[in-house]
């Protein structure tokens, strides 16, 4: 084999390994855990990047007097393009996805999957009938994948910092299905 051919050769390797790379995670339902994958007979209608915050507070823990831990209190992000362009926004509570042209939709949380460590997990949830006309109307389901942060602070949460909040940064991306 010359040079030439080689060369050649090891760059459609290169070229073919970029594309895996850089290829949306959206696509690659075969990699994620059972409980968050979207049912059969749906296509993407939408993808977008969350980047935003989640606000904990350090609470009493239910059903266990004296004991407190940081709980979930809201979302709060952008919601882009892959091209950085803003698309949208998502908040809560209720957990609310809003499109740039007003529509928007809610939904019922159906399952978790771990994710990476420091990481918020996985989720897969089933999306409410959408308000207003756009990109929201046809979303069955939407899809948290590739999570980064977003976990509960590490620092103490006790009766003596009872009602403190604390924001954590996160990022997302956000996958919006609908049926084919």
């Known amino acids: 084999m010359n040079a030439k ?4 050769s090891f760059g459609v390797s290169l070229a073919a390994t970029c594309l895996l790379v850089t290829a949306p995670a959206a696509y690659a339902q075969m990699a994620l855990p059972d409980a968050v994958k979207v049912p059969d007979g749906h296509k993407i209608a939408m993808e977008a990047v969350g980047v935003g915050e989640i606000t904990y507070e350090c ?39 809003q499109a740039a042209d007003g529509s928007k939709i809610t939904g019922t ?50 009766m003596a910092t009872k009602g403190k909040q604390e924001i954590v940064k996160y990022q997302a991306d956000y996958i919006f299905w609908a049926a084919k």
């Open 59 to 97: 609470r009493d823990k239910p059903n266990a007097a004296g004991q407190t831990e940081w709980t979930f209190v809201g979302p709060k992000a952008v919601l882009n393009d892959r091209s950085g362009k803003q698309v949208g926004t998502y908040f809560g509570p209720p957990a609310t996805w």
């Open 5 to 8: 051919t080689l060369l050649g």
């Open 109 to 158: 949380q159906l399952a978790v999957a771990p994710a990476g460590t420091g990481d918020i997990p996985y989720q897969l949830v089933k999306a409410n009938p959408a308000e207003g006309k756009g990109a929201m109307s046809n979303v069955s389901y939407i899809q948290r994948v590739a999570t980064k942060g977003g976990i509960a602070p590490k620092m103490e949460c006790s």
